[in-house]
């Protein structure tokens, strides 16, 4: 059996046939946890808003979501790392703490969503939705439990029934502007971002109306991410609706 890059079964999703479009990185850092049966590793990820990176005992690894980290050589590889059949780093627990633009009656504060993670690579072949995230959310010194979910699609929709109505989260997620492709994502960072083709796309009402305009996306974009494009997302517009 043959499985993707997050370590799941390939007919779970199909692949999206769009090429990556370059964009300008925007550096963020993610403090982080990882632990494994040797013990806990304190440390930060890297986002540049495309490839994650993290550094583990001396050793670099990188990605594009949390469940899918290749070394950045296997040369002198402590032992203590698990390699999957693509490479790819396994068998461990990532918990992390991502910073999410967060507003209060008009004024920026914290805000944080908190992930935790087990990656096991014979977990995923017995369940092709695994592994699963465990989302929560920090917010001015308190934890508001969300859910697990397989990906981070739908994490900010549940978040958003749970926050009081004056709080306003601005991500790609719940801009006016993202979208995903009707022919799948990926667990995280596969967003369609139609800043470049605004007016085209806010016309969207079905999936026949998107597929005219969907290979015209700017590029890729994760559910986290912000720029100064962002527009607060309303109902009824694009595929996701």
């Known amino acids: 059996m043959r499985y993707n890059r ?25 403090p982080a946890i990882y632990t494994d049966k040797h013990g806990t590793i304190q440390t930060t990820i890297i986002n540049d808003s495309l490839t994650l990176t993290i550094e583990l005992d001396g050793s670099t690894f990188s990605g594009s979501t949390f469940v899918f980290f290749e070394p950045e050589t296997s040369d002198n590889l402590p032992d203590r790392f698990s390699l999957g059949e693509l490479g790819q780093l396994i068998n461990y627990t990532l918990s992390c703490r991502i910073p999410i633009s967060t507003w209060k ?14 990656y096991n690579e014979d977990e995923t072949r017995r369940d092709h ?15 508001i439990p969300i859910e697990k979910l397989s990906q981070f699609e739908g994490v900010f929709e549940i978040l958003r029934k749970k926050l009081p109505d004056n709080i306003v989260i601005k991500t790609c997620y719940t801009c006016l502007y993202s979208d995903y492709s009707v022919y799948g994502s990926d667990v995280f960072g596969t967003m369609l971002c139609f800043r470049n083709v605004k007016d085209e796309y806010v016309k969207v009402r079905d999936k026949g109306e998107y597929m005219d305009v969907m290979d015209h996306f700017d590029r890729h974009v994760q559910e986290t991410y912000l720029c100064e494009d962002f527009a607060p997302r309303t109902k009824n517009i694009g595929y996701r609706g």
Do not use: C, W
């Open 105 to 118: 009656e008009g004024t920026q504060i914290p805000g944080f969503l908190l992930t935790e993670v087990a």
């Open 6 to 30: 997050n370590g799941r079964k390939n007919q779970r999703r199909k692949a999206i046939p769009l090429p990556l479009q370059k964009s300008t990185p925007m550096h963020s850092q993610i």
């Open 129 to 143: 939705n695994a592994p699963y995230f465990d989302f929560s959310f920090e917010l001015e010194d308190e934890i």
